[in-house]
């Protein structure tokens, strides 16, 4: 069983997303499911452009990252969970972020592939208050529109899925909130997966 994280960043380093989503991914782990990260900026892709290939065939007409590295792993029967994390970009996700989304419509045109995994969502954003919440639930409509079980952070911080400020003083390597919520995000994701599916 494997849970991966998508870190929409489109920092190839650096990100603070990726930090964020790597504290969940080893909350995940301490649960015993195992973990993958993929980092959207090491990736060459694009947005879908609505061709229709995906509802005759189980695949993507687009030649690129996607169709041959990204959509093969997803499509294991091994995955039991996805956890996205985007940086904030004008109270949404990132472009990157949305170019996945989008393309992952093959998942629910042949059967919703994705529908009763468990998922949680991570948010970064620099200003204190800048749309980590609005970016949050931008992912968890994604989520459900896939049919995925979309699980909080849960107690005692339970919220909206991992949430992170990186303009405080310290970076995100000091918001110990932040920290927090991606923990319990990724124990939680971890505990379910193993409930539902172990
Ligand atoms: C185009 C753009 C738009 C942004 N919009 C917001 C925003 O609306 N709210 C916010 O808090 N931060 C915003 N930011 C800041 C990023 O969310 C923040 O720097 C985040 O930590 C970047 O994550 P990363 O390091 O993983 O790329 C924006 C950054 C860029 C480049």
Redesign the pocket.
């Known amino acids: 069983m494997k849970v991966v994280g998508i870190?929409g960043?489109?920092?190839k380093e650096?990100?603070?997303?990726?930090f964020g989503l790597e504290k969940a991914m080893q909350a995940v782990k301490g649960c015993g499911v195992d973990t993958e990260i993929v980092q959207l900026s090491h990736h060459s892709f694009s947005g879908c452009i609505d061709c229709g290939k995906c509802r005759e065939e189980y695949t993507c007409s687009l030649n690129d990252d996607f169709t041959n590295k990204i959509m093969p792993l997803l499509k294991g029967d091994e995955i039991k969970g996805l956890i996205l994390g985007s940086?904030?970009?004008?109270?949404g996700v990132?472009s990157q972020m949305k170019m996945f989304i989008d393309r992952c419509v093959l998942f629910r045109r042949n059967g919703f592939r994705f529908e009763n995994l468990i998922a949680g969502v991570l948010t970064?954003?620099?200003?204190r208050n800048?749309?980590?919440e609005l970016t949050a639930m931008d992912l968890v409509k994604n989520a459900m529109i896939q049919g995925m079980t979309v699980v909080s952070d849960a107690s005692p911080t339970s919220h909206f899925g991992g949430v992170?400020w990186?303009?405080n003083p310290g970076g995100?390597e000091q918001d110990e909130t932040g920290i927090k919520t991606a923990q319990n995000l990724g124990k939680r994701v971890g505990e379910l997966v193993i409930k539902v599916f172990g």
């Open positions: 870190c960043s489109p920092k650096n990100s603070t997303t990726l940086p904030v970009y004008f109270g990132s970064v954003g620099r200003s800048g749309g980590q992170f990186s303009g995100v």
